[in-house]
């Protein structure tokens, strides 16, 4: 969430112009299912007195010092390898720079990464920010290589001979997975495969998602498990108007799903969603508790250790009772319990816990066990890698030799695979930023070694070793392509799921490779 100190504030209204995505208000014109959140705000801050009013105060970061190009044989040029939030952001900070040129490398056609595949589509509010992105990719010295990926098509050492640094922004890709007897039979999975199937992902559009039984089971009770319980329980109708994939609103329309149970091995008061999320999944879903977590709530909310888990803790105190029958699918809180096993032979069947510092047994039935439990950074070709963190060994984003402790000469991480899986989109902005100002800075002072290459051989290279390549011009076809298909049904767009018909999109109005090559050298 961005907080904005209610005493401090001028509303003036700046801010609220100045949002990509719509997502700044004056409290006087919240919404009865947004006053909540004004609250949470005003938590925040430390209390003062009603009648002390403070002086604004800015929080913007330092200005990045100039890239000093007037002592160098070519502008600093960075290549960034991922297209999400931590890329876009970085790439953006980047180009404030005089004469700065920065390359995306991205393995799918369409950039973007979880804000187009991990969001759910109910969410389409915080998709927005997607056009600051598209703002940020249509700068002179910015251009796309999707449909590339780095460790196939090309190498870390040849993205450093034609570039003065290598910034990764890759994510945090893997799930973490849960070892237990049964995981892997049929009926199992993550929920953060269920997310990308919604969303289309490529990867995954032909993911086997059995909706056929009553209940769905999710193990952990982050804010993805939420997600996903709120898309299984949504209304169908309100799902079609979003950009869901079509197989997955197929899927959704023969349902026979009427109760998602989140189980969690600690209780209420350690409850790993955030409250805003809380706030939302309660505003919009049946949320209930049976009696037994209603007692553990009780005894948490009177021992309380700070407000913001008293806050969480007087929601779930308010929720309903599992005991009363509902009229629509509804999602289940469960607590203290950890999970022994997957039941079942050929498929999962549900899911046999034991009680958490007890010694006592229970059994779930389910036709659909989801586990949503974390992600794990994944080890990258020629770079070195910390197992235990699951991140690139880095100090505020420079990469580090772990034996020698000593930075890789124009090696960078920024996101997930610097920081692990944690913080929301806006986070990755100042993740981003620091990452750019050390880089910036070794630049500056002479650290990183310039290009071998010539400027007009990377986009050779490129076309070599994937003729395939989408570059900015093929993705806003493909972008084009979408929104124009989801017209017709009042959708913001419906999107291709398969890279054949992405690639075809993309190629439907682009000019041929010899041309881009060619516009690419007049345009500089």
Same mark, same amino acid.
């Given at each position: ?41 005003? +938590? ?62 991205? #393995? ?45 098509? &090309? ?15 890759? $994510? ?38 059995? &909706? ?5 089971? /999710? ?47 600690? $209780? ?6 955030? &409250?805003?999320?809380? /706030? ?11 009696? $037994?977590?209603?007692?553990?709530? *009780?005894?948490?909310?009177? =021992? ?10 007087? /929601?779930?105190? #308010?929720?309903?009772? *599992? +005991?009363?029958?509902? +009229? ?9 319990? =950890?999970?022994?096993?997957?039941? @079942? ?37 020629? &770079? ?26 124009? =090696?960078?991480? *920024? ?13 990755? #902005? +100042? ?42 011009? @093929? ?10 298909? $989801? ?38």
């Amino acid at each position: 969430m961005l907080y904005i100190d209610p005493l401090a504030c001028v509303d003036c209204g700046a801010c609220v112009s100045a949002c990509p995505v719509g997502a700044i208000a004056p409290d006087n014109r919240l919404e009865s299912k947004q006053l909540p959140f004004a609250e949470i705000n005003a +938590s925040f801050y430390p209390e003062r007195p009603a009648d002390v009013k403070l002086p604004p105060t800015s929080k913007l970061a330092p200005v990045i010092p100039a890239a000093e190009v007037h002592a160098r044989r070519r502008p600093l040029t960075v290549a960034i390898v991922g297209s999400g939030p931590a890329a876009m952001y970085a790439a953006d900070e980047l180009l404030t720079q005089h004469g700065v040129r920065v390359n995306v490398f991205e #393995k799918l056609p369409t950039p973007y990464g979880l804000v187009r595949t991990g969001v759910a589509p109910d969410h389409q509010n915080t998709k927005k920010v997607t056009e600051l992105f598209d703002r940020v990719s249509r700068h002179r010295h910015f251009r796309f290589y999707l449909n590339v990926e780095v460790g196939k098509h &090309l190498s870390h050492a040849e993205l450093l001979a034609h570039h003065h640094a290598v910034l990764y922004a890759v $994510g945090a890709p893997d799930d973490r997975r849960l070892d237990i007897d049964g995981m892997g039979l049929p009926g199992t999975g993550t929920a953060t495969e269920l997310v990308a199937w919604i969303n289309g992902h490529p990867d995954f559009q032909y993911l086997p998602v059995d &909706l056929s039984h009553e209940r769905v089971l /999710i193990i952990g009770n982050g804010n993805v498990a939420l997600d996903v319980a709120r898309v299984l329980t949504a209304d169908p109708d309100d799902l079609a108007r979003t950009d869901i994939s079509d197989r997955a609103l197929a899927a959704f329309r023969k349902s026979a799903v009427r109760e998602v149970v989140i189980a969690a091995r600690r $209780g209420p008061a350690d409850s790993a969603f955030t &409250l805003p999320e809380l /706030i939302g999944l309660a505003g919009a879903s049946d949320v209930v508790l049976d009696a $037994g977590d209603h007692s553990l709530v *009780a005894r948490d909310l009177a =021992t309380a250790p700070d407000t913001l888990t008293r806050n969480k803790l007087e /929601i779930l105190n #308010k929720l309903g009772d *599992a +005991s009363i029958p509902g +009229s629509r699918p509804r999602i289940r809180l469960a607590y203290r319990l =950890t999970p022994a096993r997957v039941l @079942g032979e050929q498929r999962a069947t549900g899911v046999e816990f034991s009680i958490t510092g007890a010694d006592e047994v229970h059994r779930i039935d389910a036709g659909l066990v989801l586990t949503s439990i974390g992600y794990r950074g994944k080890l990258i070709r020629d &770079l070195p890698f910390d197992e235990s963190a699951s991140v690139v060994p880095n100090d505020g984003g420079r990469v580090v030799d772990p034996v020698s402790g000593r930075p890789v000469t124009g =090696t960078y991480v *920024a996101g997930w695979i610097k920081r692990g899986p944690t913080g929301f989109i806006g986070t990755n #902005k +100042s993740c981003s930023f620091q990452t750019v100002q050390g880089l910036v800075a070794d630049y500056n002072a002479g650290a990183l070694t310039d290009p071998v290459a010539k400027p007009d051989g990377l986009d050779q290279l490129v076309h070599a070793r994937q003729p395939d390549v989408v570059d900015s011009a @093929g993705w806003a076809a493909i972008d084009a392509a979408e929104i124009a298909r $989801g017209i017709d049904d009042g959708r913001p767009r419906n999107k291709f799921t398969d890279i054949a018909d992405m690639l075809a999109a993309a190629a439907a109005t682009a000019p041929p490779a010899p041309k881009r090559r060619l516009l690419a050298r007049l345009l500089g």
